[in-house]
């Protein structure tokens, strides 16, 4: 637990966020501010720390399960740089520059009914309005939205843990490390001597690469002969070291080592280009790049589908990620659900 001397000048300052985010939380639990109770169950799935912690491939896991046994639900976002503020419907077509990048692949990869906007309750309210047959809505982030009540809350973190164990500015954390939630989440495979003993285990697995146009699907391990054969053809790049293919991974997500991590883990020789979380792709970062073959992830691939010159790119390849959890969870989770 590292605390260096600038997060030690910062304390003072995530003290005072901490007392404001204890009054907050305050008012709402004696009901000097209002919340909102819905007529169907809400399961808020969130994280304490900044940045990614695989809240999107797990909130795709949590709804397929949920279909699995037997419910239908729907899912709410704020939308991160969605344009719009009132509630809007997500479309698995729509523009993420609209809806929001994380929405939008819930939407396409989950397929169950998302909204986006500003206000929660209003949101969830408009969700139920348009398909009236939902009976449990999963709310992407929204921990720290007390004004909408929530009958489960599920909190991520990753191998961070806590961090330095510091409220913002001082430290990576919103909420202090012992918030009470329902369940924790851990998505890595190591244990965290800061995690509850009860935290559930999560792994990202990453099989295949799909061609960003869907005309082909590989074994992960088969992209460097593909691009070897682009090499030989003399499409595209130079040879890389040892006369290896030039493999690109890039990645605009909140924690892009993850993703590389796991095609190093899958035997990618490969150059790690990270990209700023939610990058937009308005500039094409590949156009002045050697390579062979670029690898992305999904959260990039609905904005690079959205664009000609990045739809048509032969380099491009999308690997899938999925959770896999651990199964008392879900057991555990569907009984408190019941209840």
Known sequence: MR????????????????????????????????????????????????????????????VQALQKAGYVPGVISR????????????????????????PLLIASRAHCPVM????RVAVAQALLRAHPEINVIVSDDGLQHYAMQRDIEIVLSDERGNGNG??????????PAGRRRDFTVLNGAQPLPDMPASASRM???GAVAERIDGAKTLPLEAVPRVASVANLACVHGTLGAHGEPR????????????????????????????????????????????ADAILITEKDAVKCRRIDALKN??????????????GALLERLLEKLRG
């Open 3 to 62: 605390r260096g001397p600038l997060a030690c000048l910062l304390l003072p300052l995530s003290l005072l966020f901490g007392l404001l985010t204890a009054i907050r939380r305050g008012l709402y639990a004696c009901g000097w501010l209002t919340s909102t109770k819905l007529p169907v169950p809400v399961i808020v799935v969130g994280n304490i720390f900044i940045g990614g912690t695989g809240k999107t491939p797990f909130v795709i896991w949590l």
């Open 166 to 175: 510091w409220l913002l500015p001082a430290g990576p954390l919103r909420e």
């Open 116 to 119: 986006v906007g500003r206000q």
């Open 247 to 290: 493999i690109i991974a890039a990645a605009g997500i909140g924690n892009p080592s993850r993703f590389f991590a796991l095609l190093h883990a899958a035997g990618i020789n490969c150059i790690d280009m990270p990209l700023p979380d939610h990058y937009d792709f308005s500039v094409n970062p590949f156009a002045a790049i050697k």
């Open 79 to 102: 939308g991160y740089g969605a344009a719009a503020d009132a509630p809007r419907a997500v479309d698995p077509t729509a523009d993420a520059a609209t809806v929001g990048d994380e």
């Open 203 to 205: 792994q990202l697995e």
């Open 313 to 326: 790119d032969p380099r491009l390849w999308v690997v899938p990620v999925t959770a896999r959890v651990e």
